[in-house]
Nanobody
Framework: QVQLVESGGGLVQPGGSLRLSCAAS????????MGWYRQAPGKERESVAV???????NYVESVKGRFTVSRDNARNTVSLQMNNLKPEDTAVYYC???????????????????WGQGTQVTVAS
């Protein structure tokens, strides 16, 4: 129903910057929030930055002041500008989307999470 494709990962030195981009396709009109999760080896997947359709953002504490998430609702894209990268930022980053779809007049709805394929971000000298 919704497909997410990420781009922009790579290898960067500590203190460097990367910009990740994600394009959504399919039933994009049902999406009410998008963002980025990451998963490092041996770690659980964690939410990095999420933005709602209304523009409310939520960042994990460790990236506040360094990362900026932005969404272009018209283009169905979400980006993550990552500055002052640290080795601990190394992870596979996944684009994330949540959809909320009302299916009948009684208000019954369906909520779904969608994930991109992941893009590797490596921060090392």
């Amino acid at each position: 129903q919704v497909q997410l494709v990420e781009s922009g990962g790579g290898l960067v030195q500590p203190g460097g910057s990367l910009r990740l981009s994600c394009a959504a396709s399919g039933r994009t009109f049902t999406i009410n929030k998008m963002g980025w999760y990451r998963q490092a080896p041996g770690k659980e997947r964690e939410s990095v930055a999420v933005v709602t359709n209304s523009g409310v953002t939520n960042y994990v504490e460790s990236v506040k002041g360094r990362f900026t998430v932005s969404r272009d609702n018209a283009r169905n894209t979400v980006s993550l500008q990552m500055n002052n990268l640290k080795p601990e930022d190394t992870a596979v980053y996944y684009c994330y989307a949540h959809s909320h779809f009302v299916i009948n007049v009684e208000g019954a709805s369906v909520d779904r999470d969608y994930w991109g394929q992941g893009t590797q971000v490596t921060v090392a000298s």
